[in-house]
């Protein structure tokens, strides 16, 4: 069985910076393409950030020039850098992977972004 588990959410004030990990368990292979989404209070899920196995990313326009997604040498991990963060960042961020029609969630992590 796949499971995703997310680290690295926490409080940070605005203008600091994050960093989240995903890692991957389970008889998977590689992922086709792996992803950040994100679901703050009363607000739909919403792609923050997503990278190919070719290494092809994708922002969100509002995280653009502050995020940057990569995979990590261990396969199937994925990590977020989050920097000049903005109250409006606060949400659960969730990891997704894929790997032909079978996608799976990682449980999520909280990111809080406040003075």
């Known amino acids: 069985q796949v499971q995703l588990v997310e680290s690295g959410g926490g409080l940070v004030q605005p203008g600091g910076s994050l960093r989240l990990s995903c890692a991957a368990s389970g008889s998977i292979f590689r992922f086709n393409a792996m992803g950040w989404y994100r679901q703050a209070p009363g607000k739909q899920r919403e792609l923050v950030a997503s990278?190919?196995?070719?290494?092809?990313?994708n922002y969100a326009d509002s995280v653009k020039g502050r995020f940057t997604i990569s995979r990590g040498n261990a396969k199937n991990t994925v990590y977020l850098q989050m920097n000049s963060l903005k109250p409006e960042d606060t949400a659960v961020y969730y990891c997704?992977?894929?790997?032909?029609?079978?996608?799976?969630w990682g449980q999520g992590t909280q990111v809080t972004v406040s003075s």
């Open positions: 997704n992977a894929g790997v032909g029609a079978a996608w799976y």
């Open positions: 990278i190919t196995g070719g290494g092809t990313r």
